[in-house]
Nanobody, 128 residues
Framework: VQLQASGGGLVQPGGSLRLSCAASGIPFDTYTIAWFRQAPGKGREGISCIRSSDGGTYYADSVKGRFTISRDNAKNTLYLQMNSLKPDDTAVYYC??????????????????????WGEGTLVTVSS
């Protein structure tokens, strides 16, 4: 199983980035997929997830209205469109897959065992 996040980089406050997460080795369309982030010195926080069953989405309050999660099951790829970025959004962003956990992982700190599979992170730095 492989989850590969990409798209991170340096962006100015107010800017936008689009993260991607390419999955392989799992039946992608049957898994909930989620985005997490970990800022320096902090725990890993769930920021958004999208269900496999109906495409329902959940967002942490910290990103609601600015970030949009989506998935393309034909391409086995998850996306996170991030707009109006703030310095507080600076973190390593991870994607993860689970057979059922979605809303329960959003807006809270999680442990590695809380999701079935994790990808390598991609660094997002918001700074002028």
């Amino acid at each position: 199983v492989q989850l590969q996040a990409s798209g991170g980089g340096l962006v100015q406050p107010g800017g936008s980035l689009r993260l991607s997460c390419a999955a392989s080795g799992i039946p992608f369309d049957t898994y909930t997929i989620a985005w997490f982030r970990q800022a320096p010195g902090k725990g890993r926080e769930g920021i958004s997830c999208i269900r496999s069953s109906d495409g329902g989405t959940y967002y942490a309050d910290s990103v609601k209205g600015r970030f949009t999660i989506s998935r393309d099951n034909a391409k086995n790829t998850l996306y996170l469109q991030m707009n109006s970025l703030k310095p507080d959004d600076t973190a390593v962003y991870y994607c993860a897959a689970d057979q059922w956990r979605c809303a329960q992982a959003v807006g809270v700190e999680v442990r590695p065992g809380d999701m079935d599979y994790w990808g390598e992170g991609t660094l997002v730095t918001v700074s002028s």
